[in-house]
């Protein structure tokens, strides 16, 4: 079945210590997505790749930072976790074809920061 | 900016019973995509149904449907014969179509309401 893959699930990283998560889509789409949801609360967009274009939101942290080097994978680098970045990191995919721009979310990584 | 009010935080509801879950939305735009997803407990967020803004009619999805009233910027969600499967979290989810040629737009959410069906 086409869909979107994130691994690991759970990870565990030290405060500081650089930490990357992966997304992998089966869907052939062209936007790929990185949410961040803490507990309780909606997910927040982080930014997001259109092809091969880089997308910001004005608010994401700079230790936030992603790579998209193909179309299937995208990675979510985390440079110094600090405590208030434990959360579910949600990848979700869209294709942008006649505005069907309905996203699909993987599984989610939860992320420790201890 | 747009904005989506979800302003039932938990609702609880009997198996095989009907429940509706509100949504209102502030835009000032007139064509857009309107969304319900559900998180269950610890699990993936699925799409659960999905309405355009220039179709007048109500999608639905087997027992899940939607009321959309454009005039009254609401779209609530109806579960029908709730089912035990059903307990998750909802969240209501807003979004402009991208320009023609511009970069896609992002989805803006609801709080959620969360939803335990009861047996």
């Known amino acids: 079945d086409a869909m979107v893959i994130q691994n690991p699930r759970y990870q565990v990283t030290q405060f500081g210590k650089p930490v990357t998560l992966s997304c992998s889509q089966t869907?052939?789409?062209?936007?790929m997505y990185w949410y961040q949801q803490k507990s309780s609360q909606a997910p927040k967009l982080l930014f997001h790749y259109y092809d091969k274009d880089f997308n910001n939101e004005a608010d994401t942290p700079d230790n936030f930072q992603s790579r998209r080097p193909n179309t299937s994978f995208c990675f979510l680098d985390i440079r110094s976790p600090g405590l208030g970045d434990a959360a579910m990191y949600l990848c979700?995919?869209?294709?942008?074809?006649?505005?069907?721009?309905?996203?699909?979310f993987g599984p989610g990584t939860r992320l420790l920061v201890l | 900016a747009q904005t989506v009010t979800q302003s039932q935080p938990e609702m609880s509801v009997q198996e095989a019973e009907t429940v509706t879950l509100s949504c209102t939305y502030d835009t000032s735009e007139s064509n857009y995509y309107l969304f319900w997803y559900k998180q269950p407990p610890s699990r993936q967020m699925i799409l659960v149904i999905r309405q355009e803004a220039y179709k007048q009619q109500n999608a639905t999805e087997n027992r899940f449907s939607v009321n959309f009233q454009k005039a009254a910027k609401s779209f609530s969600l109806k579960i029908s014969d709730s089912q035990l499967g059903d307990t998750a979290m909802y969240f209501c989810?807003?979004?402009?179509?991208?320009?023609?040629?511009?970069?896609?737009?992002?989805?803006?959410f609801g709080t959620g309401t969360l939803l335990a069906v009861q047996p």
């Open positions: 979700a995919t869209s294709r942008v074809w006649l505005s069907k721009e309905t996203q699909y």
């Open positions: 989810a807003f979004m402009k179509p991208r320009n023609y040629g511009g970069a896609t737009n992002k989805l803006i």
């Open positions: 869907l052939n789409h062209n936007v």
